[in-house]
């Protein structure tokens, strides 16, 4: 009787281990994997986590104020200027790119709508289009499994992508609310070697700054069906450079962290936010931007990457410093009204219109910085701290209590 009370507990103990094991573990990964989730979107943001800078109805919000301090202290681990870069970062690690995903298009006919036939994707070449550059769009599209196509065996294409037949473009700039018709762009039509990718060019005047738009209206010949579909596209175009990089101008530790100078010769003088990536190697390390007040003529930008970034990512020097790019801000709104007040103020922000869009692009710098070679003992490992931060944790804390 003993023996068998005994495997009996025995089996109760290994059933209750099975048990919490199927319970929690999958639960613990669940959490680890949106803590580091949360943690990664923290460390990216060179804004201060939604809920720190002001106060809120928290209870609204469905989040505790214990949580918005935790995620203020997990944000302000490092400066708003430098933060850290990993491959899952694509606006910064691919500036220049606008991800787009081929659309599958509905297809009509006698009324009724069927599967669809296509895919489509209208992809612009660059995000930015800067002085001296064309824009260029590309209109690929491809079949959606072999059952969808109307046309008999021995007529169809093997290929997976499909003949475009481009019925009408409509391209024009874009300045809310108005639109200006832009001269046409040039097609080059796609072949069969191309994958049947048709390009659209434009050499973008002095006068085409701001957001230009296309739609291509265009059918693809399936047997004895001929189904049309249109696509938007959008690029910004800066055709007028405010300024220019002049290059690199050396390097150095500074408290612990690495202090990059770029030379930077400004035309227009205006607010301008500066930015480069730092690289081990091929690993993504280090962003760092800086954002300046400059006036007409030749001067020097200092880009710091923080210490404790290079702690965390483990990589020692040398590094590659790429992707050095900038925008010049053309608010219309004036700063110094804003001290008026609050009434003036408020009939100033309500007659507020823009004339000209909101920015221009300074023209990339393609060629990259190797620096000095670095250890890791070199840098502070130490989190940022500064008078704004403590008092930020100081109101805060106020507010929980």
């Known amino acids: 009787m003993t023996r068998y009370r005994r495997g009996l507990w025995l089996v109760l103990g290994l059933l209750f281990v099975f048990f919490f094991i199927w319970l929690f573990i999958p639960n613990a990964e669940k959490d680890s994997a949106k803590e580091k989730s949360r943690k990664d979107r923290l460390s990216e943001s060179t804004q201060e986590p939604f809920g720190a800078s002001q106060r809120f109805d928290y209870n609204k919000l469905k989040v505790s104020r214990a949580d918005v301090i935790a995620d203020y202290k997990e944000w302000a681990k490092y ?155 959008s690029v910004f175009s800066s055709p007028e450079a405010p300024a220019r990089f002049t290059g690199f101008q050396g390097e150095a530790i500074v408290n612990g962290s690495l202090v990059i100078r770029v030379g930077l010769n400004v035309k227009i003088p205006a607010r301008y936010t500066i930015e480069a990536n730092l690289y081990a190697g091929k690993s993504p390390v280090a962003y760092a931007k800086k954002d300046s007040q400059l006036k007409q003529g030749a001067q020097q930008i200092k880009l710091l990457f923080f210490g404790k970034i290079f702690h965390e990512a483990g990589h020692p020097g040398p590094y590659r410093i790429v992707g050095l790019r900038g ?71 106020k507010i929980r209590d």
């Open 79 to 233: 400066p708003p200027n430098s933060r850290p870069l990993r491959s899952g970062h694509t606006a910064r690690t691919q500036y220049w790119w606008i991800p787009k995903r081929p659309i599958k298009l509905p297809y009509v006919k006698d009324g009724k709508l069927l599967e669809p036939l296509h895919q489509c994707l209208l992809q612009p070449k660059e995000k930015h289009i800067m002085e001296g550059e064309s824009v260029e769009f590309f209109l690929v599209c491809s079949r959606l499994g072999k059952g969808n196509s109307t046309d008999s065996p021995e007529n169809q294409d093997s290929s997976p992508y499909a003949p475009i037949v481009i019925e009408r473009l409509e391209f024009y700039r874009y300045f809310s609310p108005n639109k200006y018709p832009l001269p046409l762009p040039e097609v080059i039509p796609g072949t069969q070697e191309n994958n049947y990718i048709h390009t659209f060019r434009y050499r973008p005047r002095q006068e085409d700054w701001g957001r230009l738009k296309l739609v291509a209206h265009f059918s693809i010949p399936e047997g004895n069906e001929k189904p049309s579909y249109s696509l938007l596209a």
């Open 327 to 397: 925008t010049q801000h053309n608010s219309a709104l004036n700063t110094e009204v804003l001290r008026r007040p609050p009434k003036e103020v408020q009939k100033y922000l309500q007659n507020l219109k823009s004339v000209e869009p909101n920015k221009r692009i300074i023209p990339s710098y393609e060629k990259e910085y190797l620096t000095d070679s670095y250890e890791l003992d070199e840098f502070s490992s130490k989190e940022w701290d500064s008078p704004k931060k403590r008092r930020r944790l100081n109101d805060l804390k």
